[in-house]
């Protein structure tokens, strides 16, 4: 019988995914926080999360033909947003570098939760692979 990674793991592989996407974008904030006119972006985590487990719950249709159209919705929204800021500046960047700190070690500690529980799910699988 064949192990499928996708459903030992479920949704924590894409949530580590988008934890690293989530970094970027916290970081390339933090970057531009002096760049006049930069607007600060993020993303939501429990929307992207939430479209991808409703994708991995539908059922996949099989394409008979490559012209056919994929199901409606089958890809998560993973769409920046840009934060609303609690007091723009007067050159028009909206990035308040405490606010991007905290959310960056925020990511960065969900981030160490999501790897540590994907290594315990392999070392699980390794044990169930090597019968113990």
């Known amino acids: 019988m064949a192990i499928s990674f996708q459903n030992a793991l479920g949704i924590h592989e894409k949530a580590l995914n988008v934890r690293v996407q989530r970094a970027e ?8 926080a ?10 939501d985590f429990k929307a992207v999360l ?12 099989a394409a008979t ?9 089958s890809g998560p929204n993973g769409e920046l947003l ?3 800021p609690t007091q723009p500046s007067i050159d028009g960047n909206t990035v308040d570098s405490q606010i991007e700190i905290a959310q960056y070690l925020q990511n960065s500690m969900d981030y160490q939760a999501s790897f540590q529980f994907l290594n315990s799910k392999f070392k ?6 090597k019968g113990e």
Request: aromatic residues 4%; without cysteine.
């Open 50 to 61: 939430g479209a991808e487990s409703e994708r991995q719950s539908q059922l996949d249709m």
């Open 124 to 129: 699980g699988l390794t044990a169930a692979i």
């Open 65 to 73: 033909h490559g012209a056919h159209i994929g199901a409606a919705g």
């Open 82 to 84: 840009y934060r609303n």
């Open 34 to 43: 002096d760049t006049p006119g930069f607007k600060s972006r993020d993303l």
């Open 25 to 32: 974008i916290l970081a390339n904030n933090l970057v531009n």
